[in-house]
């Protein structure tokens, strides 16, 4: 930790990147493992664009729940720590570049600053019709929702007809809206994937913070940054397959070993 905390002392543009585990400890479900379901439904097998085509009442019910979620949890002492290293090495002009695989916003609402979100937001809306992207924080999204999304693996599908899930409200439109988030099998937007690359290709530290490292491209990101030489450092309760990629692994709740690494103390 000591030798990892040098680094950042000499760091000018430190890229961070997190995945679900670093939400964990504010109650929200990483997206594998034991809280990883939904019903009888595994969290992976709902985030694809055909269930949405054949079952979009079921998806939303799905989201409703974890718009819900999200919205009742805190940012935790990591979220927090990143936020005010951003801020501080930003007044020594400094960069701190932060990618995030979470949809939930608590980077941001940490105080966090141009996070890039690399698979959407819980709080964001599509038109499968006119393509139109709109902030939504409403809860529930629509009426018909109201009540629903209850993760009882008991719970009955409510079937929705479709007319009353959300719908777009531009002018002569009324499309069936989808959350604005990056399924299996679909491209992630253009210009955030290009900033997260412009991060990877010239970040001179760089911290993996709680993703299990298994989904493309993000998978790729940190292993590429070691690559080049940079020193890498991964935050985690356990070991992930790009482990072995990196010169620096600090075991445990990132609640207590990301706050250690980034807090201004005594190396
Ligand atoms: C703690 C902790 C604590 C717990 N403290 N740590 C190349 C090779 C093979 C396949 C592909 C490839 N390129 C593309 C693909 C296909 C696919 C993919 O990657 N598949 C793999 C699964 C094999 N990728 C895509 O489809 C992507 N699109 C794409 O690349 O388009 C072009 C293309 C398509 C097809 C072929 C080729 C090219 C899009 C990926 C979109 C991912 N979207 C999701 C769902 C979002 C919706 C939603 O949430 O509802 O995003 S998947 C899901 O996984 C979610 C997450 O952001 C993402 C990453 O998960 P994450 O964050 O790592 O969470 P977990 O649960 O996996 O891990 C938690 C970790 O935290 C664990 O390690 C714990 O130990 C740790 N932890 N508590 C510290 N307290
Ligand atoms: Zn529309």
Request: aromatic share 8%.
């Amino acid at each position: 930790m000591k030798s990892f905390r040098e680094t950042l002392l000499n760091a000018k543009n430190v890229l961070i990147l997190t995945g679900s585990g670093i939400s964990a400890e504010s109650g929200i479900p990483t997206f594998r493992g034991a809280g990883g379901f939904w019903r009888k439904y595994q969290a992976q097998s709902l985030a694809t664009p055909e269930v949405f085509a054949s079952n979009p009442s079921l998806v939303w019910e799905f989201y409703e729940y974890r718009r819900t979620v999200a919205a009742q949890a805190k940012p935790n002492k990591a979220h927090e720590a990143i936020a005010e290293f951003q801020k501080r090495l930003s007044k020594e002009n400094k960069i701190v570049s932060i990618v995030t695989q979470n949809i939930d916003g608590l980077h941001q609402r940490a105080g966090a600053e141009n996070v890039l979100e690399l698979h959407g937001s819980l709080y964001k809306t599509r038109c499968t019709k006119c393509k139109n992207v709109e902030q939504n924080e409403s809860l529930p999204i629509c009426p018909a929702l109201e009540g629903k999304g209850s993760p009882d693996p008991k719970a009955l599908s409510s079937d929705i007809p479709v007319e009353d899930l959300p719908r777009c409200e531009k002018q002569d439109c009324g499309g069936l809206l989808r959350p604005h988030i990056v399924w299996f099998g679909e491209n992630l937007d253009k210009d955030v994937l290009r900033k997260a690359y412009e991060a990877v290709e010239t970040c001179d530290a760089c911290l993996v913070i709680g993703t299990s490292s298994v989904v493309y491209p993000a998978a790729m990101f940190a292993p590429q940054v070691a690559r080049r030489g940079i020193s890498v450092a991964e935050f985690n309760i356990e070991s992930t397959p790009a482990t072995r990629d990196f010169k620096y692994h600090f075991e445990g709740p990132c609640t207590v070993t990301v706050p250690e690494a980034l807090e201004t103390q005594e190396c």
